[in-house]
């Protein structure tokens, strides 16, 4: 199965000011036709786990747009523009192109 | 708004089935294109995609499990079902089931005599 791997695995962002998770897969994430199927997730303490962002860059209803998602075949990445308080928690990302679709092994943010 | 909801028993014996439910709500099950999918979260591992459900009970389950899985979808009760059989201590953690788009809360279930 492809395995995906985040870092860092943890990140303690100041409030207001940016942070960036990497997240990368052993084997190209392109399928047939065209896309990349990377998903993003956060959870937040005590959650389930909520999408943020699916199909690379596509950002999920309701989604506040200081996240972005980028990146392409095997090297993505999630930026938050400014660090909320309410964005403490663990972001997973999760490719879908092959069977099964594997996560990486969570960030988790804490904002000071 | 669309709505998941598992339920089942939280302590299950090793050896003996894990069965749980997902009420859906807010859409109908067979709606759209979409499939109804399990995934769990053992206790400070990753994530672990089950298998997914079609609405016509088409299945796709995980390799890794595959020999223990079993799903299915009652479309008249707006539900779908995990079986997970002969379980382990190593099955004990967090079940959830989703959409993909939308998730349940989560359920945690102990595998213990």
């Known amino acids: 199965e492809v395995v995906m791997t985040q870092s860092p695995l943890s990140l303690t962002v100041t409030l207001g000011q940016p942070a960036s998770i990497s997240c990368w897969s052993n084997q190209s994430l392109l399928y047939s036709d065209g896309n990349a199927y990377l998903t993003w997730f956060q959870q937040r303490p005590g959650q389930s786990p909520r999408r943020l962002i699916y199909t690379v860059s596509k950002r999920d209803s309701g989604v506040p747009d200081r996240f972005t998602g980028s990146g392409s075949t095997t090297d993505f990445t999630l930026k938050i523009s400014r660090v909320e308080a309410e964005d403490v928690g663990v972001y997973f990302c999760?490719?879908?192109?092959?069977?099964?679709?594997?996560f990486g092994q969570g960030t988790k943010v804490e904002v000071k | 708004q669309v709505q998941l909801q598992e339920s089942g028993p939280r302590l299950v014996k090793p050896s003996q089935t894990l069965s749980l439910t997902c009420a859906v709500s807010g859409v109908s099950i067979t709606s759209g294109v979409y499939y109804w999918s399990w995934i769990r979260q053992p206790a400070g591992k990753r994530l672990e995609w089950i298998g997914r459900v079609y609405p016509s009970g088409s299945t796709n389950y995980n390799p890794s499990l595959k020999s223990r899985v079993n799903m299915s979808v009652d479309t008249t009760k707006n539900q779908f079902s995990l079986k997970l059989n002969s379980v382990t201590a190593a099955d004990t953690g967090f079940y959830y089931c989703?959409?993909?788009?939308?998730w349940g809360q989560g359920i945690l279930v102990t595998v213990s005599s």
């Open positions: 999760m490719q879908g192109t092959h069977w099964p679709p594997t």
């Open positions: 989703s959409r993909g788009d939308y």
